[in-house]
C-alpha cells in the first residue's frame, strides 16, 4: 500500500516540477546563432545575413502610410504571421508579440522619411546611422515573460532613404540576444541607395 501512495506522490511532484520548468509567456526560443542564411531585399538594394534556424516572414500583405514594413526576422517559435491578428496589434508594424524567454524579433522598415535631418551618430557599415541607446525594458510592441529581463533597440540607416531596425530582445540571456542582433547589423551589403 505505501508503494502505491510513494508513486502517486513521486508523479504529482514530477508533473509539477515539469509545469514550474516549462516557458512561460510566448513563443519559445529557437537558437540564437548557428549556420547563416541570407535574406535578399533586392527591391531595397539591401542583403543581410541571419541564423538559418530562424524563421523570416516578409510583411507585404499590408501597406502603411509612412515606412514600408519589409520583413519580420525571429526565433520565436512560432513566428508572427502577416497580417497578424488583433491580439498581435492587427495592422501594427512591428507587430505585437508575446515573446518568450531568450526570443529576438527584428523588424526591418524602409522609407522612414523624417521631416528634419536626422542627428546621425555613427556608422553602420559605411552607411551614417542613428544608433539609439537600448533601453532596458519591452517597448509597446513586445512583451516578455515576467520575471525576464528585456531590452529594445532601434537602428535608422542610410540616406535619404532610411532602413529602419527595431529590435526586441527578452533574456534572460540578453548577451546572447545582442550578439545575434550585432551578427546581423554587421552583415549588412547594400547594393544601391534606398528609396
Known amino acids: 500500500m505505501l508503494i502505491p501512495v510513494a508513486a502517486v506522490v513521486l508523479l504529482g511532484f514530477a508533473a509539477g516540477l515539469t509545469l514550474a520548468l516549462r516557458p512561460s509567456g510566448g513563443p519559445t526560443g529557437g537558437p540564437l546563432s548557428g549556420p547563416m542564411a541570407t535574406a535578399r531585399f533586392s527591391q531595397y538594394g539591401l542583403s ?6 530562424w524563421t523570416r516572414v516578409g510583411w507585404s500583405c499590408e501597406v502603411f502610410v509612412g515606412p514600408t514594413a519589409i520583413a519580420v526576422l525571429t526565433n520565436a517559435q512560432p513566428a508572427p504571421k502577416c497580417p497578424g491578428p488583433l491580439f498581435q496589434g492587427g495592422s501594427s508594424f ?9 526570443v529576438v524579433s527584428i523588424s526591418l522598415t524602409n522609407g522612414t522619411a523624417l521631416p528634419v535631418k536626422p542627428h546621425w551618430n555613427g556608422h553602420i557599415k559605411g552607411w551614417p546611422a542613428v544608433i539609439a541607446r537600448p533601453v532596458g525594458h519591452a517597448d509597446w510592441w513586445f512583451t516578455c515573460p515576467a520575471g525576464d529581463p528585456a531590452e529594445s533597440r532601434s537602428f535608422l540607416i542610410g540616406s535619404p532613404g532610411l532602413l529602419g531596425v527595431t529590435v526586441g530582445i527578452c533574456g534572460p540571456d540578453l548577451g546572447a540576444g545582442n550578439r545575434a542582433v550585432n551578427r546581423l547589423l554587421t552583415s549588412l551589403r547594400f547594393t544601391r541607395h534606398l528609396p
Do not use: C, D, I
Request: aromatic share 6%; proline share 27%; hydrophobic share 20%.
Open 48 to 53: 543581410l545575413r541571419y541564423p538559418k534556424a
Open 94 to 102: 512591428p507587430p505585437r508579440q508575446k515573446l518568450g524567454p531568450n
